[in-house]
C-alpha cells in the first residue's frame, strides 16, 4: 500500500529557509510515470499548491512561489524534497506531499494518496 | 489563474437528507479532444488530510459510497450527497488541473454539518 511521510524542519525563524522531506514507501517514485506534488494548508484555511515534481526532475511551481521555491527528487532515497526561502508567517501552514493521478495529462491531474501533513511554523 | 469558487461556505443538513454543493471556475475547465472536465473533488475531516471523491467531475474513486455523486461541465459543478450520513461531516473542496501551463487552483471549501 503506497504511503507517504512529511518530516522537516517544524520551526523556522523569519527569513530563513523551511525544508521539508517526502519518504515514499510501497512503490518506487523511479518505476512509475506519476508525479509528485506538494500542498499546504494555513491554519484553518483553503488548500493551495505549491508545486510538483515528476521522477527525472521535472517540476512545476506555484507562480506565487516560485522565486522562493525549490523542489527536488531523490529517486536513490525514494524521497522528493522542498525548500522555500525567505519565508514569513504566511507560510505558516500543514505541508502535505501526494501523488498526482496517473493520466496523459501529467502533472495536469488530481492527488490520491496524500501524506498525514506536517505542521510548518515560522516565528522568531 | 483559474479561481475557483464553492458555494455555499457552509451548509446544515438533516441526516437522511440531500447536500449540494457548488463549484464554479472562473473558466471553462472542459477539454474537447478528450471530452473531459479537469476538475476533483476532495472530502477532508479534522486532523486528516484531504481523501479524493472524484476526478474527471464525476468519476467516482475506488471505495467512494454512491450515495456521492459529481455532476457538470465547463464552469459549474455539483457535488451530491444524496442521503446525509453522520460521517459526511467534512469540510468538501475542489480542485482544477485544467489550466496549461499547470497552475493548480482549489475552491475555498464548503463546510457540512449536521442540522
Known amino acids: 500500500q503506497l504511503q507517504l511521510q512529511e518530516s522537516g524542519s517544524g520551526l523556522v525563524k523569519p527569513s530563513e529557509t523551511l525544508s521539508l522531506t517526502c519518504t515514499v514507501s510501497?512503490?518506487?517514485?523511479?518505476?512509475?510515470?506519476?508525479?509528485w506534488g506538494w500542498i499546504r494548508q494555513p491554519p484553518g484555511k483553503e488548500l493551495e499548491w505549491i508545486g510538483s515534481?515528476?521522477?527525472?526532475?521535472?517540476?512545476y511551481y506555484n507562480p506565487s512561489l516560485k522565486s522562493r521555491l525549490t523542489i527536488s527528487v531523490d529517486t536513490s532515497q525514494n524521497q522528493f524534497s522542498l525548500r522555500l526561502t525567505s519565508v514569513t508567517a504566511a507560510d505558516t501552514a500543514v505541508y502535505y506531499c501526494?501523488?498526482?493521478?496517473?493520466?496523459?495529462?501529467?502533472?495536469?491531474?488530481?492527488?490520491?494518496?496524500w501524506g498525514q501533513g506536517t505542521l510548518a511554523t515560522v516565528s522568531s | 489563474d483559474i479561481v475557483v469558487t464553492q458555494s455555499p461556505d457552509s451548509l446544515a443538513v438533516s441526516l437522511g437528507e440531500r447536500a449540494t454543493i457548488n463549484c464554479k471556475s472562473s473558466?471553462?475547465?472542459?477539454?474537447?479532444?478528450?471530452?473531459?472536465?479537469?476538475l476533483a473533488w476532495y472530502q477532508q475531516k479534522p486532523r486528516q488530510p484531504p481523501k479524493l471523491l472524484f476526478y474527471?467531475?464525476?468519476t467516482r474513486e475506488s471505495g467512494v459510497p454512491d450515495r456521492f455523486s459529481g455532476s457538470g461541465s465547463g464552469t459549474d459543478f455539483t457535488l451530491t450527497i444524496s442521503s446525509l450520513q453522520a460521517e459526511d461531516v467534512a469540510v468538501y473542496y475542489c480542485?482544477?488541473?485544467?489550466?496549461?501551463?499547470?497552475?493548480?487552483?482549489f475552491g475555498q471549501g464548503t463546510r457540512l454539518e449536521i442540522k
Open positions: 474527471w467531475a464525476s
Open positions: 515534481i515528476s521522477p527525472s526532475g521535472t517540476t
Open positions: 510501497g512503490a518506487s517514485i523511479s518505476s512509475s510515470s506519476y508525479y
Open positions: 473558466q471553462s475547465v472542459f477539454n474537447s479532444p478528450n471530452n473531459r472536465n479537469y
Open positions: 480542485q482544477q488541473y485544467y489550466s496549461n501551463p499547470p497552475a493548480i487552483t
Open positions: 501526494a501523488r498526482h493521478g496517473l493520466s496523459g495529462t501529467y502533472v495536469r491531474t488530481w492527488f490520491d494518496p
